[in-house]
């Protein structure tokens, strides 16, 4: 399975991007997607995630009501909308999928678990 980001740049705080993953290698509508990023000095956290289907979301506390995760089957693409940008959302953002199919896109086991792309770089001028 591969999986490509692109959308990432140089933004001014209180912009907006769009990130896209697309993926290779199996049928796309299996499988749960997910976003997690790396900030400067952190840990990979959580950002965003969605069910196969597409009927489920799930966004971490920080990004809530800023972050839409959203796929389209056909186009074996997942995209994360990220408006009111802050200079917290720094990051390297991962596009990641889940290694077994019908998952809930919860994203909440090993990292082992899913695939993972190279990651697209996020920076947030104040």
């Known amino acids: 399975v591969l999986l490509v980001e692109s959308g990432g740049g140089l933004v001014q705080a209180g912009g907006s991007l769009r990130l896209s993953c697309v993926a290779s290698?199996?049928?796309?509508?299996?499988?749960?997607m997910g976003w997690f990023r790396q900030g400067p000095g952190k840990e990979r956290e959580f950002v965003g995630g969605i069910n196969w289907s597409g009927s489920t979301t799930y966004y971490a506390d920080s990004v809530k009501g800023r972050c839409t995760i959203s796929r389209d089957n056909p186009k074996n693409t997942v995209y994360l909308q990220m408006n009111s940008l802050e200079s917290e959302d720094t990051a390297v953002y991962y596009c990641?999928?889940?290694?077994?199919?019908?998952?809930?896109?919860?994203?909440?086991?090993?990292?082992?678990?899913?695939?993972w792309g190279q990651g697209t770089q996020v920076t947030v001028s104040s």
């Open positions: 990641a999928a889940d290694r077994s199919p019908y998952r809930s896109g919860r994203f909440t086991s090993r990292d082992e678990d899913y695939y």
């Open positions: 290698g199996r049928i796309f509508g299996f499988y749960a």
